[in-house]
């Protein structure tokens, strides 16, 4: 298994920004999908996840703000982010839940929200 995040960088607040995960090594398409994260000091939080089918679920914290998506067809999913805040300020991982008995991850993206 290989999840590889891209699209992190410094935003300013209310600004957007679009993370994207590359995955391999498993059948995509049949597996749920997570958005992850983890700020200075804090525990990791889910954020959102979509179903193999595209049913999707998200923090109350970025509910209207974030959305995933993802493309079976090409092995992807992503987390736009709109109306950013100092607080989602973190890093970002994708995650595979529970395959074959474990819970993989990527490498994370850094998210600077900033003026």
């Known amino acids: 298994v290989q999840l590889v995040e891209s699209g992190g960088g410094l935003v300013q607040p209310g600004g957007s920004l679009r993370l994207s995960c590359a995955a391999s090594?498993?059948?995509?398409?049949?597996?749920?999908m997570y958005w992850v994260r983890q700020g200075p000091g804090n525990q990791r939080e889910l954020v959102a996840s979509?179903?193999?089918?595209?049913?999707?679920n998200y923090a109350l914290s970025v509910v209207g703000r974030f959305t995933t998506s993802r493309d079976n067809a090409k092995n992807t999913v992503t987390l736009q982010m709109n109306s950013v805040r100092p607080e989602d300020t973190a890093v970002y991982y994708c995650?595979?839940?529970?395959?074959?008995?474990?819970?993989?991850w990527g490498e994370g993206t850094q998210v600077t929200v900033s003026s």
């Open positions: 979509i179903s193999s089918g595209g049913t999707t």
């Open positions: 995650q595979l839940p529970n395959f074959r008995g474990r819970d993989y």
């Open positions: 090594g498993f059948t995509f398409s049949s597996y749920w």
